[in-house]
């Protein structure tokens, strides 16, 4: 739960972000620690971040 708590706070510079984000942080650090794997928390920033950088490539690259 610390990770988690610590993982949300590392993202303050986001503030608006915060409320949606703690959540979660704790949700992944529970079955990070649950199932002591990483894989879940990497899939998930990859996607989650993957979600913006694709509109904003295509936008880059004049498809969009």
Request: no cysteine; charged share 10%; hydrophobic share 60%.
């Amino acid at each position: 739960m610390t990770h988690g708590v610590l993982w949300a706070l590392f993202h303050a510079f986001k503030w608006w972000d915060l409320i949606p984000l703690f959540p979660v942080t704790l949700a992944l650090s529970y079955v990070t620690s649950r199932f002591r794997n990483t894989t879940p928390g990497i899939v998930i920033h990859a996607a989650t971040n993957g979600l913006i950088l694709v509109p904003l490539v295509l936008m880059v690259i004049g498809r969009l």
